[in-house]
């Protein structure tokens, strides 16, 4: 059974990931991405802030943010408070990726509403967040 679990695993993954790729062919990482998304959520912040509400280094943001910058998804301009600060900024290239990344996750959700009855939708959920659980991720 546990190499089943393992395949049925692997394939979800790797369905997945192509499906997100389809819609989202840059190469960004998932911890770039939660940048993109709590800058989406919470508006322009300093890399101090980014860092504390994402729980990682100054360094690692700093390499997350060059390669955002790289494609265009954030810019930055100086604190008009603190001039040594400078604000990061999501801007429209990076709102237009989200945005491709929700639509992705929308048809998703419109292809397995086709496949699965109210009933196992129910189930996956459920199976979906204990799995998710069981794997760390609160």
Same mark, same amino acid.
């Given at each position: 059974?546990?190499?089943?679990?393992?395949?049925? *695993?692997? *394939?979800? #993954?790797?369905?997945?990931?192509?499906?997100?790729?389809?819609?989202?062919?840059? +190469?960004?990482?998932?911890?770039?991405?939660?940048?993109?998304?709590?800058?989406? *959520?919470?508006?322009?912040?300093?890399?101090? +802030?980014?860092? +504390?509400?994402?729980?990682?280094?100054?360094?690692?943001?700093?390499?997350?943010?060059?390669?955002?910058?790289?494609?265009?998804?954030?810019? +930055?301009?100086?604190?008009?408070?603190? %001039?040594?600060?400078?604000?990061?900024?999501?801007?429209?290239?990076? #709102?237009?990726?989200?945005?491709?990344?929700?639509?992705?996750?929308?048809?998703?959700?419109?292809?397995?509403? #086709?496949?699965?009855?109210?009933?196992?939708?129910?189930?996956?959920?459920?199976?979906?967040?204990?799995?998710?659980?069981?794997?760390?991720? %609160?």
């Amino acid at each position: 059974m546990s190499n089943k679990l393992e395949d049925a *695993l692997s *394939l979800l #993954q790797c369905t997945l990931v192509a499906r997100r790729i389809s819609f989202t062919p840059e +190469q960004v990482t998932w911890g770039q991405y939660d940048v993109l998304e709590i800058l989406r *959520l919470k508006g322009d912040l300093t890399p101090g +802030q980014l860092s +504390q509400l994402l729980g990682i280094s100054r360094q690692n943001l700093s390499k997350f943010l060059r390669v955002l910058k790289s494609y265009d998804f954030v810019s +930055q301009y100086q604190s008009k408070q603190d %001039k040594r600060e400078f604000i990061t900024h999501l801007t429209d290239a990076g #709102q237009d990726f989200l945005q491709r990344a929700a639509t992705g996750r929308t048809e998703n959700v419109m292809k397995i509403q #086709q496949a699965l009855t109210e009933e196992e939708q129910v189930l996956f959920i459920s199976l979906a967040n204990k799995v998710t659980s069981a794997l760390g991720h %609160k």
